[in-house]
């Protein structure tokens, strides 16, 4: 059975960081691109940021230069690095698991962050 669970969001002051983990069971983690992606009340969900199977790395443009994304093969886990943070950075945040195999797409049950003073 495929798991991805998140930790780390909550509520942060602008300006202020969080750090996202997503540890993964169930997949052969090294094979699978993962991602971040969030989604505020009211708007579509959106990637944030992504690292694929070799480590290439890709963000949303609102993020660049404040958010990191990394991942750790031996422990399974996806990190996205979050400073400086905004209130437009609100959101609900899902990590996601993308493999070659058609279908073998998994997500996590998200973690909220709120940016707010």
């Known amino acids: 059975q495929v798991q991805l669970a998140e930790s780390g969001g909550g509520l942060v002051q602008p300006g202020g960081s969080l750090r996202l983990s997503c540890a993964a069971s169930?997949?052969?983690?090294?094979?699978?691109?993962m991602g971040w992606y969030r989604q505020a009340p009211g708007k579509q969900r959106e990637l944030v940021a992504s690292?694929?199977?070799?480590?290439?790395?890709r963000y949303l443009d609102s993020v660049k230069g404040r958010f990191t994304i990394s991942r750790n093969n031996v422990e399974n886990t996806v990190t996205l690095q979050m400073n400086t943070l905004k209130p437009e950075d609100t959101a609900a945040y899902y990590c996601?698991?993308?493999?070659?195999?058609?279908?073998?797409?998994?997500w996590g049950q998200g973690t909220q962050v709120t940016v707010s003073s």
């Open positions: 996601n698991a993308r493999g070659l195999a058609i279908g073998s797409v998994y």
């Open positions: 169930g997949i052969t983690f090294r094979d699978y691109d």
């Open positions: 690292i694929t199977s070799a480590g290439s790395t």
